[in-house]
């Protein structure tokens, strides 16, 4: 009796290992074309202009960007980073292609009634958080976000 199991044992593990090798090809010949079809950009975002001109209500304060950093870590770093550069885990390993939040000018292209209206609405493979996150919390990692970007440099007079 006991035999008749190794035997059965042996023998799953053999079609197992038979089977990996078989359909394994088939496999690795679909990935590029996944691939391919994950690493394409985005779809432009149309944004309404009172969405773009909406203003931040909450001042930018340590307790609002810690506010926002908590937040950050627990639902957007997985994609967007530990530091927001764009280099989550998440991203890499889908070929995500995710804005640089440490630089200027990635920052420069939105107003925060913009990132308001993304993080609300979600974009392209980012899903939006309109019932995950009250208004306020939203503007809390709008601040934290633009902490991340260093400050820029006053012109210099000539």
Known sequence: MRSGR????????????LGTRVFA???????PQEEKAQAEPAKPLEIP?????RKNPIGSSAESVEAGRRLYRS????????KGDGRGEFA?????????????EQQ????????FYLITEGHDKMPGQKARLRPEQK???INFIRSLAPPEKPAEKK
């Open 25 to 31: 090809p088939a496999a690795q010949e679909a990935k």
């Open 49 to 53: 202009d009172e969405e773009k001109a």
């Open 75 to 82: 639902q957007c770093a997985f994609c967007h980073g530990e």
């Open 139 to 141: 503007w809390h990692l």
């Open 92 to 104: 890499q390993e889908l070929k995500l292609t995710v804005p640089d939040f440490t630089s200027s």
């Open 6 to 17: 190794v035997i059965a044992g042996c023998v799953f593990l053999v079609l197992a290992l």
């Open 108 to 115: 420069k292209k939105r107003t925060d009634g913009e990132f």
